[in-house]
């Protein structure tokens, strides 16, 4: 991502307004969002399983995601909800 491209100049202002890396410098910020990308997942995708590696972090820039166990009945348990500036994943 070039140092003036538009989603650089969207996701900036969206990450220090919305999330806890807002208080990072210019820099620090600029440099975290070229090391990261973007990803649209149609809705009902399971992004990822219990028990899978977790090795990043995830930013909702966008919609919503539904955090699930599914208890000793194989019934489904909703844990949470994520929206808009929330942060899931490993820091």
């Given amino acids: 991502m070039g140092t003036h491209s538009p989603l650089l100049d969207r996701i900036r202002p969206f990450l220090r307004n919305n999330t806890f890396f807002g208080g990072l410098p210019d820099v620090a910020l600029d440099h975290l969002i070229r090391r990261g990308h973007t990803k649209k997942y149609p809705r009902g995708t399971i ?45």
């Fill in 47 to 91: 992004i990822y399983r219990r028990g899978e590696l977790g090795d990043s972090l995830m930013v909702l820039l966008s919609g919503r995601i539904k955090i699930t166990n599914t208890n000793a009945d194989a019934r489904e348990v909703v844990l949470n909800f994520l929206g808009e500036g929330d942060i899931h994943g490993e820091l």
